[in-house]
């Protein structure tokens, strides 16, 4: 039987391949395509495209995987879902297998280790760092495009002990490797959170972002659409850090559970929610889909609230006053002030590749690493930037 569509050469992106969708208006659809353009010469990202027939004008991608893994292949199965099979670069007889299934509302990707031949090969110490890059670039209704990024920002929400709390709400502190008047400290594009249970980590003098001391008090990570209608989310029970980063993109990424089994039994898990802007629906859905997620509060702050943050630790200009040169590159929609890059700038234990221009040279050791390890999340983070 076949479960894909083949490639359709007039679009843009040509998807490698399209999942047959058996019920378009209630399941998401699902493609795998390539962005050449992100990732520097003769590097390709490979991409889930998800469109959701339930929110207008989302289509979303997340990268798979932005981690020490090769993309092999993929493949549609029945019931519109995928599978992809990517290589472990430190391991290479390991398989990342991740199977991608839609469902009214929402989209679960689980990742299982295999070995590439069974007789072949040890199974490693410790299981992979998976890192999903999710994108809202190409989402009409929810793209930061035409307006400065830091609009974006105020459309981004966690839940705290104030319930859902849009992030220009949280105190975010610069980013370290930046100077304080840097534009993009002013205020800063982007920062990471931990959860309740956790300290806050100290970020290093070169580190790509800075921890808020603002924490989360359960494992959500979403945005609103531009008319405040709707929102979209990324969800799991197991998350150590969750962070918003530079090209529309948030990452929430899960421990391999159960974190007692042996790795070929432990599965890699987190889902995709979209649906009318209602926090606590949103809240249920995670309880009924991820029982052991730590429950929060949905609170009552109105979807377009902009209460003044309390006890800003930078003092950093207001969004507000973001100022117009930061406009969008009309091909890309990136940022036009966003840092030129023409390779990955990439942030991993082994140093910082491609480091961007304006980061001085001696800041190109990854000093932050410790504090990212400490959380055993995020500690090969990357940011890509298109080219302006």
């Known amino acids: 039987m076949t479960f894909a569509a083949p490639a359709q050469t007039p679009a843009s992106p040509a998807p490698l391949?399209?999942?047959i969708n058996p019920d378009p208006a209630r399941l998401p659809t699902l493609a795998v395509w390539e962005d050449d353009k992100s990732g520097g010469p003769?590097?390709?990202?490979?991409?889930?495209?998800?469109?959701?027939?339930?929110?207008?004008g989302l289509t979303c991608d997340s990268w798979c995987y932005e981690s020490e893994v090769d993309f092999l292949a993929a493949r549609g199965l029945d019931g519109g879902r995928l599978e992809l099979r990517h290589r472990l670069r430190a391991s290479p007889?390991?398989?990342?297998?991740?199977?991608?299934?839609?469902?009214?509302?929402?989209v679960e990707f689980a990742a299982?280790?295999?070995?590439?031949?069974?007789?072949?090969?040890?199974?490693?110490?410790?299981?992979?760092?998976?890192?999903?890059?999710?994108?809202?670039?190409?989402?009409?209704?929810f793209t930061s495009a035409l307006e400065p990024y830091p609009e974006f920002i105020k459309r981004c929400?966690?839940?705290?002990?104030?319930?859902?709390?849009?992030?220009?709400?949280t105190t975010?502190?610069?980013?370290?490797?930046?100077?304080?008047?840097?534009?993009?400290?002013n205020p800063p594009w982007v920062q990471m959170y931990v959860g309740t249970w956790q300290d806050v980590p100290v970020a290093a003098t070169n580190s790509w972002a800075d921890y808020s001391p603002d924490r989360y008090t359960t494992t959500v990570i979403g945005t609103i659409s531009r008319d405040g209608k709707y929102l979209a989310a990324l969800a799991n029970d197991s998350a150590t850090m969750m962070a918003q980063a530079?090209?529309?993109?948030?990452?929430?990424?899960?421990?391999?559970?159960?974190?007692?089994?042996?790795l070929s039994e432990r599965t890699w898990r987190l889902k995709i929610y979209a649906m009318a802007n209602d926090p606590s629906a949103l809240l249920a859905r995670v309880a009924k889909d991820f029982p052991k997620a730590r429950s929060a509060a949905a609170g009552a702050s109105p979807m377009n609230s902009s209460p003044v943050a309390a006890s800003r630790e930078s003092a950093a200009p207001s969004v507000g006053k973001q100022v117009a040169a930061l406009s969008r590159d009309a091909a890309t929609g990136a940022p036009r002030g966003a840092p030129p890059v023409s390779t990955a700038a990439t942030?991993?234990?082994?140093?910082?590749?491609?480091?961007?221009?304006?980061?001085?040279?001696?800041?190109?050791?990854?000093?932050?690493?410790?504090?990212?390890?400490?959380?055993?999340?995020?500690?090969?983070?990357?940011?890509?930037?298109a080219d302006r």
């Open 17 to 19: 391949v399209t999942a």
């Open 42 to 56: 003769g590097r390709k990202l490979t991409m889930v495209a998800t469109t959701f027939p339930n929110v207008p």
């Open 93 to 106: 007889h390991m398989l990342l297998v991740t199977t991608v299934t839609p469902e009214p509302g929402a």
């Open 112 to 141: 299982r280790l295999v070995l590439e031949n069974e007789r072949a090969g040890e199974w490693p110490a410790q299981p992979p760092f998976v890192n999903l890059c999710w994108q809202l670039r190409r989402a009409p209704t």
């Open 157 to 169: 929400f966690i839940f705290t002990e104030r319930g859902r709390t849009f992030l220009h709400e």
């Open 172 to 185: 975010r502190r610069r980013i370290p490797v930046r100077a304080p008047d840097d534009r993009y400290n």
């Open 246 to 262: 530079w090209h529309d993109c948030l990452h929430n990424n899960p421990q391999w559970q159960p974190a007692d089994a042996p």
């Open 347 to 385: 942030y991993q234990t082994n140093g910082i590749r491609d480091n961007p221009p304006h980061v001085p040279r001696r800041t190109r050791r990854a000093a932050h690493v410790p504090a990212l390890v400490a959380l055993g999340q995020l500690h090969r983070l990357r940011r890509v930037a």
